[in-house]
């Protein structure tokens, strides 16, 4: 590797959002990367981006609730590139119904996109870290993890539940992987997104009244704090999960 390559991440859902603030994060820093998401034509444009940034960029079209396909990116991208140092686990998606609204094939594809993704995710890329002696996985939990989802919340109880797994998820696996790998999770409060860009717009004068800083977050208040957990040395950090929501108190 040569000296202005700090090593090889993997971002989930880094076709845009959080996801593209990410793999622009770590690509300044040195990083190539790999993009894992569905949405194919804002993917291969966050990739032409990194290479414009003088990184190498793989873009993947995956569900990432596959396990399979988890594992054969995996494996894919250690071929290619010789190890795999990061991985974020950004992919998700929101849920707005009640539990007298949702229905069973909703609550499951809610818990697969938002928690078993990780699971999908973290078992592949950890042979290839383990045996190099060394990576980082960061994973995107949320602030509803802590507060179930406040009333004015865009998802609700099952977004929670899954969000809140992630947390359950990293701990443990932070004492079972460790000392090679460290784990830790990030919980964003409200964050403008082309996804969610629509919703604050309508309310962002509300919203900002109840948060301590002043305004909403954007992706790069969020990738780099993922930044930091992915490069920190000496790093004796892990196993934790960081709220980044500008001191919010909003009901």
């Known amino acids: 590797m040569s000296e202005d390559r700090k090593g090889v991440a993997i971002v989930t859902g880094g076709a845009r959002g959080i996801g593209r603030g990410c793999a622009h994060a770590l690509a300044e820093r040195g990083f190539d990367v790999a993009l894992v ?3 194919a034509p804002e993917m291969e444009r966050t990739a032409g981006e990194i290479r414009a940034k003088g990184r190498r960029a793989l873009a993947y079209e995956a569900d990432v609730s596959r396990f399979d396909l988890a ?7 250690a071929a290619e590139w010789g190890r795999i140092d990061v991985l974020v686990n950004n ?3 929101s849920m707005p119904k009640g539990l007298l609204e949702i229905t069973e094939a909703e609550w499951d594809r809610t818990i697969e996109i938002n928690l078993k993704s990780c699971f999908n995710w973290c078992r592949a890329v950890a042979p290839a870290m383990l045996a190099q002696k060394g990576g980082r996985i960061v994973s995107m939990s949320s602030l509803n993890a802590h507060t179930g989802g406040v009333t004015s919340a865009v998802s609700k109880f099952a977004y929670a539940a899954a969000k809140a797994g992630i947390l359950g998820l990293t701990r443990a696996l932070a004492k079972e ?3 090679h ?17 629509r919703m604050i717009e309508a309310r962002e004068s509300e919203l900002v009244k109840g ?5 909403v977050g954007g992706p790069r208040d969020v990738a780099e704090l993922v ?6 040395e000496p790093n004796f950090i892990t196993g934790q999960d960081f709220i980044i929501d500008g001191f919010q108190w909003i009901a």
């Open 177 to 179: 992987l460790g000392p």
């Open 37 to 39: 998401d569905l949405l």
């Open 181 to 197: 790998i460290a784990i830790n999770a990030i919980c964003p409060g409200v964050i403008k997104t082309e996804l969610s860009n």
């Open 71 to 77: 594992q054969k990116i995996a494996d894919a991208v």
């Open 211 to 215: 948060i301590a800083l002043g305004r």
């Open 227 to 232: 930044a930091f957990l992915a490069t920190v």
């Open 91 to 93: 992919a998700g998606r």
